[in-house]
């Protein structure tokens, strides 16, 4: 419920944002010297609304770092310049910011899918998140190991019927593709089995 209201409030936040677009920060209505970088014509202002109001339905869908919703908007023919002013814009009112964004994928990635810290950090970099913002959303994201041995052992509930060297590359299997490897995922897997009645990992 927490989560639902954050995004409505977040949602509600972006779209009066949007709404004063066209009508804030421009040249002569006495909100904005005139050496801003805001539009200068109508056709700048109609741009600068229609890139805004393209964010607010990425936005309204799911968080994006700045990177993410930027190559999204110029791929929708966004003026570049229009883009970065309107990015810009939503960094000053807090509606677009790389670490809570950062900090927000961690804890959906470690709750929902028990990703490793690699995975995730791999994941952040390829969303154009910088390494520093990544870092200090991962500080507490605690150890992979619980995390680890948690999917070791979902996987070796439903491969008990299989030889137990099977069952071993399965789990490792499962282990790599969340983002575990070396002695974690072989600790953990050698766990899960072991913990399992009348079973020897191999």
Do not use: C, W
């Not at 954050?6 to 949007?18: C, E, H, N, P, T």
């Not at 028990?114 to 605690?142: C, F, N, P």
Request: charge should be neutral; glycine fraction near 6%.
């Amino acid at each position: 419920m927490e989560q639902r209201d954050d995004r409505a409030a977040l949602v509600d936040s972006l779209q009066r944002a949007i709404d004063a677009v066209p009508r804030e920060g421009l040249p002569g209505d006495g909100t904005a010297p005139a050496s801003t970088s805001a539009p200068r014509d109508d056709d700048d202002r109609s741009e600068l609304s229609a890139a805004a109001n393209r964010a607010y339905a990425i936005l309204a869908q799911r968080d994006h770092s700045r990177a993410e919703l930027r190559t999204k908007l110029i791929a929708r023919d966004h003026p570049e310049p229009v883009v970065d002013d309107l990015l810009d814009r939503l960094a000053d009112a807090r509606l677009l910011d790389d670490q809570r964004f950062a900090e927000s994928f961690v804890r959906s990635q470690r709750q929902g899918r028990g990703s490793s810290q690699g995975a995730i950090r791999r994941s952040l970099r390829q969303k154009g998140v910088a390494d520093e913002d990544a870092a200090d959303a991962l500080a507490d994201a605690g150890d992979d190991l619980p995390f680890a041995l948690e999917a070791a052992r979902k996987k070796a509930r439903s491969t008990r019927s299989l030889a137990p060297e099977v069952r071993l590359r399965r789990i490792l299997g499962v282990l790599g593709r969340r983002g575990f490897g070396g002695s974690i995922a072989q600790r953990a897997a050698r766990q899960a089995l072991e913990e399992e009645p009348g079973t020897h990992a191999p």
